[in-house]
């Protein structure tokens, strides 16, 4: 029997892939990004209000009103330019629907858009998904740093889009002044439409503060951002994303939402909005709380003798492995993963899984780590045993 060809250009998702080894062997899952402690408690009450007070059918297909009106004050805040929420904003099923629809908004068949790698692992189906072909530019550890003549060398005559993730996942990286200024002059430059994935906006570390590229002056009308709610509030079970766009690129966008998905689940949408009108101490307790969970992480990751850079935003770290005293150290990432999955019990993600180019990614895992400070622990006694191999 015949299935399509674009099929056999991509596997499922090797991230949860090792999500399902980690259940098969009751390892600790530091692979997935998913938190495993509780929702804030009014987030959940507001799900159940409106399941009992009958939200439970279909919704304006662009979102829950209440929920459009309040992405359309912060994002009016946000971009600088006058968001409606009638006009300018979609609801989701997920940042994956919302990244899967941008591209086939804006791309044709054959045409190109260009990827930083490593990348999450459902941009490169998204863009074949679109037809479209992905032109993947590599960042190398330890810094993963972006320069203009990078930039200059991926495009061509056929690209037509760039796709933009911050916080990066998986390397934690906060796009500096001098990256995001060489992104706008080629996207500029090249009339190219830019396409942001900015669902870690809300963790940070050090000061930071996040910027939405689309609200730079040079990029307000070809930028679509993208977000969502599921990391920020801990309901990556919810399936709760959403677009921001001007008139053209949202005129695009529209369409294939409807027709992809119809609408986000109702009541989980109103729950949405009350979470987005939490206090600014829910923010802060979220962030020292990350903070707190980066730290250990990083001195899980070097007791254990992995080597690592702590993220500036996001909650993953992209670790060494090849100096551990084990034989293991020598195995390429995907073997490493599953051994220390099957065999230690914490399941990792193999860093080449996020690169298309061959060679890049070799000798490191991805560890998540939003996890409860009792969950960190117990990996670090599983992980503490690599350094005390002889």
């Known amino acids: 029997m015949q299935t399509s060809q674009r099929v056999t250009q991509f596997r499922e998702s090797v991230i949860r892939d090792m999500t399902r080894l980690a259940i098969q062997h009751n390892a600790i899952n530091l692979s997935q990004g998913f938190p495993d402690f509780g929702t804030e408690q009014a987030i959940v009450e507001a799900a159940v209000t409106a399941v009992r007070d009958g939200l439970n059918q279909y919704t304006i297909t662009w979102g829950y009103p209440p929920l459009r009106q309040k992405l359309a004050e912060i994002y009016s805040e946000r971009l600088g330019w006058a968001v409606h929420p009638d006009q300018h904003v979609t609801v989701t099923c ?147 994303g959403y677009v921001v766009a001007p008139d053209e690129l949202m005129r695009a966008i529209r369409p294939l939402h409807d027709f992809t998905s119809i609408c986000a689940p109702t009541p989980l949408q109103a729950a949405g909005a009350a979470a987005l009108s939490l206090p600014a101490s829910f923010y802060e307790a979220s962030a020292a709380a990350y903070h707190e969970r980066r730290a250990l992480m990083m001195d899980i990751l070097q007791n254990s003798g992995f080597r690592a850079t702590p993220p500036q935003g996001a909650y993953y770290v992209m670790a060494d492995y090849t100096n551990l005293p084990i034989p293991q150290a020598q195995l390429p990432p995907m073997a490493f993963a599953r051994w220390l999955t099957t065999e230690v019990g914490v399941a990792t993600v193999p860093g080449d899984s996020f690169y298309s180019v061959p060679g890049f990614g070799e000798g490191v895992v991805r560890f998540a780590f939003p996890k409860r400070r009792e969950t960190l622990e117990e990996a670090a006694q599983r992980l503490g045993k690599l350094s005390a191999a002889t």
């Not at 998904?129 to 032109?135: K, L, S, T, V």
């Not at 590599?138 to 037509?160: C, F, G, I, K």
């Not at 570390?205 to 951002?225: E, F, K, Q, V, W």
């Open 94 to 240: 997920g940042v994956t629907e919302a990244i899967v629809i941008a591209m086939m908004a804006v791309l044709n068949p054959g045409d190109e858009v260009i990827i930083l790698e490593p990348a999450h692992d459902n941009f490169r189906p998204a863009a074949i998904m679109a037809g479209a072909n992905p032109i993947a530019i590599p960042l190398t550890p330890p810094d993963y740093r972006l320069t203009p003549e990078m930039l200059a060398t991926a495009v061509t005559p056929r690209t037509r889009a760039l796709l933009l993730n911050t916080p990066h996942n998986p390397t934690g990286r906060v796009w500096d002044a001098a990256e995001l200024q060489a992104i706008t002059d080629v996207v500029v430059q090249h009339d190219l439409v830019l396409i942001t994935d900015e669902i870690y906006d809300r963790i940070l570390y050090d000061g930071r503060t996040h910027l939405s590229p689309g609200s730079l002056p040079a990029l307000r009308d070809r930028t679509i951002t993208i977000s969502g709610l599921g990391k920020t509030f801990a309901v990556t079970g919810w399936r709760l």
